[in-house]
């Protein structure tokens, strides 16, 4: 199970870091994600880190703000998110799973779901 934590609300160009930790141990063979889905909008990918560490993914829109970082040692998973806009608010979900390749991206490659924070940016 995921807990993700970490959210609020924040002006633009400030910075949030989310939390997501594995109520059990957190699989080394594990990928894990962050996605996010704005009101009305689909779920959207917005960063991966492989189990081996090596691989890590980010949306085109948050290269360079945001960074994804995982202590298997401490089960948890996080974002870390810098220059936030107000393109930036919605609902972060952490996910993990050991994850086909190539599927990093996509919702449906992730088997555990967190449930959620939410995240305002203000203009």
């Known amino acids: 199970q995921l807990q993700a934590s970490g959210g609020g609300l924040v002006q633009a160009g400030g910075s949030l870091r989310l939390s997501c930790a594995a109520s059990g141990r957190l699989s080394d063979s594990y990928d894990m994600g962050w996605f996010r889905q704005a009101p009305g909008k689909e779920r959207e990918f917005v960063a991966a880190i492989r189990s081996n560490n090596r691989v890590i993914t980010y949306r085109d829109s948050i290269k360079g703000r945001f960074t994804i970082s995982r202590e298997n040692a401490k089960n948890s998973v996080y974002l870390q998110m810098n220059s936030l806009q107000p393109d930036d608010t919605a609902i972060y979900y952490c996910?993990?799973?050991?994850?086909?390749?190539?599927?990093?991206?996509?919702?449906?490659?992730?088997?555990?779901w967190g449930q959620g924070t939410q995240v305002t940016v203000s203009s």
């Open positions: 996910a993990g799973s050991i994850v086909p390749l190539g599927r990093q991206s996509a919702p449906d490659g992730y088997k555990y």
